[in-house]
């Protein structure tokens, strides 16, 4: 199966967002400890711009010498191809619906081939893809090169595996066509996507024969103290100064962090959601915010008593800062919080929580693909 040229380099990890900068980084580092000295060559990684401003983010990866080469991505929506919204149209006939959809899967990758080319995919003994559903999923089975797909964020399929909720009519046809290469579905379901990496099966509602458990947190674990202070200089700029926001002003003083999300995507209902859950919450403790990377609301207009964590990093790589100590810790469904080793009480108030903000249908995305809510 796949491309028969000639494999030159090792690994490439191509990324969408800052949690899958900082996995690649967890799995690199682990081939890192447990290849044969003298034999390990260091991955590549892409950084494609199509949904995170990745801002100074790859000067700083470079600088840590954690990677060979990387790469900027410019990977293109499928709106930016204007030629191709007659083939997303919605059918009721479900004929009509697969000739578009097959018809759209080949035009999408050969529009993508000016800016996909910048990385010569087929030259890499093994591909990491975060998040396939994005045109590079289509692409590389266009091409017949085979990948690994990993889930987009951690436990994520666990409220919306979108190969099946996108999909939930006609399922096992539509993905007898995507194993055939007629079509193209993500997580696992794509003829080219040799498996689909998780983080825990026992909490995804939906299944894939492709599916491999490949745990976090050993990865975490796992690492060195001088790989620790490598993750951190990769995402944080000014180290020293973030430690001192999160040092209590006085002796006994309590933090409680809330964790901002993307959604609503209303940016005034995401507002009150936070305001609302600060008051409710949060009420007696110094109050930190860590706004999502892709939140692009200013928390400190909006809340000027409280501690915004600036950058935008992934809020795991507070776990390497030692002596670090958090009261209590709110989200909405941002699975990140079970992973917060610093923090003693962790709410996650899940998604239910936004349906006095917003229709309950724009988020209940298992529930209306008939699947049971792991959240509920």
């Known amino acids: 199966m796949g491309n028969t040229k000639r494999k030159t380099k090792s690994r490439i990890y191509v990324c969408h967002t800052f949690y899958h900068v900082y996995v690649a980084i967890l799995k690199e580092m682990k081939q890192q400890r447990e290849e044969t000295p003298g034999r390990y060559k260091k991955a ?19 600088k840590t010498g954690i990677f060979h080469k990387v790469i900027a991505l410019d990977e293109k929506r499928e709106d930016f191809f204007p030629e191709l919204a007659k083939y997303r149209r919605n059918y009721s006939n479900i004929l009509k619906h697969m000739i578009n959809r097959m018809i759209f899967t080949k035009k999408l990758a050969r529009c993508e081939i000016p800016y996909m080319k910048v990385v010569a995919f087929e030259a890499y003994k093994d591909i990491y893809v975060f998040c396939d559903s994005d045109p590079i999923g289509y692409y590389l089975n266009y091409k017949h090169i ?37 079509i193209f579905i993500m997580n696992g379901w794509g003829k080219y996507c040799i498996d689909m990496e998780i983080n825990d099966r026992s909490v995804v509602p939906t299944d894939c024969p492709r599916f491999v458990e490949e745990p976090r947190k050993p990865l975490e674990k796992a690492l060195t103290p001088e790989q620790k202070k490598k993750v951190i200089q990769a995402f944080i700029e000014d180290a020293d100064k973030l430690m001192e926001q999160l040092k209590p002003s006085y002796e006994g003083e309590e933090f409680a962090c809330f964790l901002t999300e993307p959604h609503p995507v209303d940016v005034e209902a995401r507002k009150r959601v936070c305001i609302d859950v600060l008051e409710k919450y949060c009420k007696g403790y110094r109050i930190l915010i860590k706004p999502h990377p892709r939140d692009m609301i200013d928390y400190a207009e909006l809340c000027p008593n409280a501690v915004v964590l600036r950058g935008r990093f992934p809020v795991e790589v507070l776990n390497f800062f030692e002596g670090l100590r958090i009261k209590k810790a709110v989200s909405i469904v941002t699975t990140a919080l079970n992973n917060m080793d610093f923090v003693e009480e962790k709410l996650n108030l899940g998604a239910s929580f936004w349906d006095a903000y917003e229709d309950p249908e724009k988020h209940a995305y298992n529930k209306k693909a008939g699947l049971s809510l792991a959240d509920k």
């Open 44 to 62: 590549d990684i892409a950084l494609s711009s199509i949904s995170t401003n990745f801002e100074n983010l790859g000067e700083r990866l470079a």
């Open 146 to 182: 085979p990948y690994h797909a990993v889930e987009d964020g951690l436990d994520c399929l666990k409220n919306l595996d979108d190969a099946y909720v996108a999909n939930h009519g006609h399922f096992k046809l539509k993905t007898w066509f995507s194993r055939h290469n007629l």
